[in-house]
């Protein structure tokens, strides 16, 4: 089976992205990143892509009048370097629903609550203030809403009483880097199959 090609968008340090990395070359996941692609020309995950010999694009946003234009910007380049599947890595801006109907079932995301709970920004602060005991990570197919997207995997993570957000986010991290890849490598080989909001993980043998 061909390598699927990722194209990976990141805002920030790009900490997922650096576990996909490290996920792929140590050949737990069967593809490889084609292009990374950030909205914010400071951001590490532009340095971590050139580290690893990766094309790395910055796509400014205030170079754009519209989230439509940005959108197609980002669509033209992931295009050029025929990206499979568009992953967002801590990628911080709103996408264009066009580009959303473009990719649709090929844009993945990772959020740190437990999703349909704790969406948009500061979801960890969020757990923290409504008083759960768990929180977690989730990985998700996008749809036009906000971290709304099929759920693909699921992982809980305990809420201490003394969590501030970021303690509680460091905690969630260890997980994201971990399940993340499992499933990008799930989509990789073909084990996953959407019907609607539900998402079947095949065995091995039905793939
Ligand atoms: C992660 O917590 C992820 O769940 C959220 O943004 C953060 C990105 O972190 N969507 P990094 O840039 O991958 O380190």
């Not at 900490?15 to 951001?43: F, W, Y």
């Not at 980002?74 to 890595?89: F, S």
Request: proline residues 4%; charged residues 25%; hydrophobic residues 45%.
């Amino acid at each position: 089976m061909a390598k699927t090609v990722l194209g990976v968008l990141a805002s920030g340090r790009g900490s997922n992205l650096q576990a996909i990395l490290d996920a792929i070359d140590a050949n737990q996941i069967r593809a490889e990143v084609g292009v990374v692609i950030s909205d914010k020309p400071t951001a590490a995950a532009l340095v971590r892509a050139k580290e690893h010999g990766i094309p790395a694009v910055c796509i400014d946003r205030k170079q754009f009048d519209s989230r439509a234009e940005f959108g197609k910007a980002l669509a033209e380049v992931i295009e050029k370097h025929q990206v499979d599947l568009v992953v967002l890595a801590g990628f911080m801006r709103i996408l264009d629903p066009d580009f959303i109907r473009l990719f649709s079932g090929r844009i993945m995301n990772i959020h740190p609550a437990l999703l349909p709970s704790f969406q948009g920004l500061n979801a960890q602060q969020q757990a923290i203030d409504y008083g759960v005991r768990l929180s977690g990570c989730t990985v998700h197919f996008v749809d036009e809403g906000t971290d709304t997207g099929p759920i693909i995997l699921q992982e809980a993570v305990p809420v201490m009483p003394d969590d501030t957000a970021d303690s509680l986010a460091e905690r969630i991290l260890v997980v994201e880097h971990r399940l993340y890849p499992q499933a990008i490598a799930l989509y990789c080989d073909g084990r996953l199959l959407s019907d609607g909001r539900k998402v079947t993980i095949l065995s091995k043998e039905e793939q």
